[in-house]
Structure formats: C-alpha cells, structure tokens
C-alpha cells in the first residue's frame, strides 16, 4: 500500500490500523498469498503454532515448532515449562492473524517481527542471562498500599500481569522494584516497575543501548 502510493513509512495509515484490530473478516481468502514462500521456507507458520487451521492450502511455512524446532506446534511443546508457554492472547487491539494478512509483500523478517511480537509478547532485547535477584519495593509502595493494590488487582483482572506467585519460576529470575509516582493531578498515581533498580545490576543493564534507542523519521 505504501509502494504504490509512495507514502511516507512515518506516517500512520489509519485503514490500516483499523483493518488490524479487526477480528473478523468477511474475505476468508485474503490471507491465501500471504508472503508465499515454498514449502521449504525457514519461517515458521504461526497459525500451526498457536494451535489454528492455517488460511492458506499448502501452508507457505514451515509447521514446526517455534521452540525447538520438532514436529509439534509450541502450545503443545514439553520441552518448554508451563510458565514459559505464551497465553492465548495477550492484551493488545492488534489481531496477530489479520494484521499478518494486512502486512504481505512486505520485508519477511520485520512482517515476522511484529507478528510473533502482538502473538506471543515483544522481547526486551537482553543480551546475556542476569542471576537470581530478588528486591524489596519502593517506599512510595508502602506509603500507599491501598492505591497499589487497586491497581494491580486491576491489571490482573484485565490480564496484563499474572497472580502472584510463591515459588520462584526459573533459576535466573529477576523480580524489579514496583513504584508509586504522582501524577500532575493532586491525589492521582502511576505505577512503575523498575527495571532500572538497581544500577549496573537491573535488567536493563543487560539490554545494549542499540536494543533500547528509538529514532523518529
């Protein structure tokens, strides 16, 4: 679309997001020559992987895990722990599976990106594996439990975060600080987790400032 109307890539297509929220479509074929590829291609089929029928008779991808690469779908893989499977869905307006229909003929790898990124959650770019830490929250927590806890049980109910858990999921795992800020309107917070805390020993002390830097066109 933006090919052949010679559209600034900055400018955002309104049809186009609409189009990608959309979970149903009338048009059941329009995904039929998504980025068709051979039957030998290296991309993995997404359809395959979350457990769907693929759109497209032959699938142009290949049905094999996304985890480690085996014959099974990843919803079904044993080699991954549970904790670690992605969810159904996660909390976005973006249908991975219509914007992926919306997104043919486009760059493969960065159509792949954003794909895998609105179906199984975007990666935070970490370089290296981090060791067990586990740390106690901000002050401003504990000065306004009520606020905090109003919050997160309004996060988990939605879907954003999970319930707590008592043990610890994996052996490298970090549990950051939450936060409370105040907003400019008097009595009004934000919460914060801070991924930051503590210096040179946080999480995003593993993510190389190549991985974190954002470039407006």
């Not at 493969?108 to 830490?133: M, N, Q, R």
């Not at 043990?167 to 950051?176: D, M």
Request: contains cysteine; positive net charge; hydrophobic residues 30%.
């Amino acid at each position: 679309m933006r090919q052949s109307s010679h559209l600034p890539w900055q400018r955002i297509l309104s049809e186009l997001l609409v189009s990608a929220c959309n979970i149903h479509r009338n048009n059941q074929t329009f995904c039929s020559n998504f980025l068709s590829k051979n039957l030998t291609s290296p991309h993995k089929c997404f359809n395959f992987n979350n457990g769907t029928k693929c759109r497209a008779y032959p699938c142009p991808f290949s049905h094999i895990c996304q985890s480690c690469q085996e014959s099974h779908p990843r919803i079904k893989c044993t080699r991954v722990q549970n904790f670690q499977n992605p969810p159904n869905s996660i909390p976005t307006p973006i249908n991975p599976k219509v914007l992926a229909c919306e997104i043919q003929g486009y760059n493969h790898s960065l159509a792949s990106y954003l794909v895998d990124g609105f179906t199984f959650g975007f990666k935070l770019g970490c370089i290296g594996e981090p060791s067990l830490s586990i740390h106690r929250n901000h002050n401003s927590v504990f000065n306004h439990k009520a606020v905090v806890q109003a919050k997160l049980r309004k996060e988990m109910n939605l879907g954003r975060i999970s319930n707590p858990s008592s043990i610890i999921p994996f052996q490298n795992f970090v549990c950051s600080p939450l936060g409370l800020v105040p907003k400019k309107t008097p009595g009004e917070f934000r919460i914060i987790h801070d991924l930051s805390f503590p210096k040179d020993c946080s999480v995003t002390s593993f993510i190389p400032e190549i991985n974190s830097t954002i470039q407006y066109m």
